[in-house]
């Protein structure tokens, strides 16, 4: 008997990184697509700040805290190297 598979492709929810907050609006940039959009702060979580990942899924906004730290590290990092760098100089 032939088995047959299926496979469901699941994408990721696009994730979108809070560039900044102007008053109660805050700027999201999409990490793929570098798409960018204003949303009020109301409809996003509490806690949404400059730097925070976000993900939308039905129609309600999470911060994804892991790759928000992950980010964050990251960013760290890279301004450690850069500092290194230019200390010498």
Known sequence: M???FSYIEQRPAP?????RVEESWAVLENSDTREVISLPLSSLPKNTRPGSTLVKFESKW?????ETTARAKEINKRFAAIKARTKGK
Do not use: L, S, T
Not at 15 to 19: E, F, K, L, P
Not at 62 to 66: C, H, K, L, S, V
């Open 62 to 66: 999470y911060i994804n805290e892991a």
């Open 15 to 19: 994730q979108w990184v809070c560039d």
């Open 2 to 4: 032939e088995k047959i």
